[in-house]
C-alpha cells in the first residue's frame, strides 16, 4: 500500500524554491515602498514652491516665507542657504528608512538630489537605476 504525503526532499525543495523567490521580490518590494514615500517628500517641495512664490507676489522678498512642515517621512528646511530677497532653497531631508535621501528645489525651480541611488545636480533621482 502507497503511503499519501510529501517525502522530506519535496518539502526541502519546496522552501529553497520559495527561499529564492523572497531573495529576489523583497529588495524589489523595498525599493517600490521608497519610491512611493519619496513622492511625498517631492509633493511638498514642489508645493512648498508655490507657497513661496505667493508669498513673494504679496511681500516682494522671499525672506520670512513659508516652509513645509515636517511629515512622516520628510523633514524640510528652508533656511540652509537663508533666503534673500530674490533667492530661496528649499531641502527635503529623509527620515527612518529614507535617510541620506535628500532632495532640494530653489526659486527657479532647479532641482536636485542627494540620494542612496545616486546624485544629481539638475532633476530629482526618484527610483533606483534613474539617471540625470
Not at 529553497?16 to 531573495?23: D, G, H, P, Y
Not at 523595498?30 to 512664490?53: F, H, P, W
Not at 540652509?80 to 527657479?108: E, K, R, S, V
Amino acid at each position: 500500500m502507497k503511503e499519501k504525503g510529501f517525502t522530506l526532499i519535496e518539502l526541502m525543495i519546496t522552501v529553497a524554491i520559495i527561499a529564492i523567490l523572497a531573495a529576489v521580490a523583497l529588495p524589489a518590494y523595498s525599493d517600490y515602498v521608497k519610491r512611493g514615500q519619496i513622492q511625498d517628500g517631492t509633493t511638498n517641495l514642489a508645493s512648498g514652491r508655490v507657497r513661496m512664490e505667493q508669498f513673494f507676489q504679496d511681500s516682494q522678498t522671499y525672506v520670512g516665507g513659508p516652509c513645509p512642515a515636517a511629515t512622516k517621512y520628510f523633514t524640510y528646511d528652508c533656511g540652509t542657504p537663508a533666503a534673500t530677497a530674490t533667492t530661496y532653497t528649499i531641502t527635503a531631508n529623509g527620515i527612518g528608512g529614507l535617510a541620506g535621501f535628500a532632495y532640494t528645489i530653489d526659486q527657479g525651480g532647479n532641482q536636485a538630489s542627494t540620494t542612496g541611488w545616486g546624485n544629481c545636480t539638475n532633476a530629482w533621482v526618484l527610483k533606483k537605476g534613474d539617471a540625470c
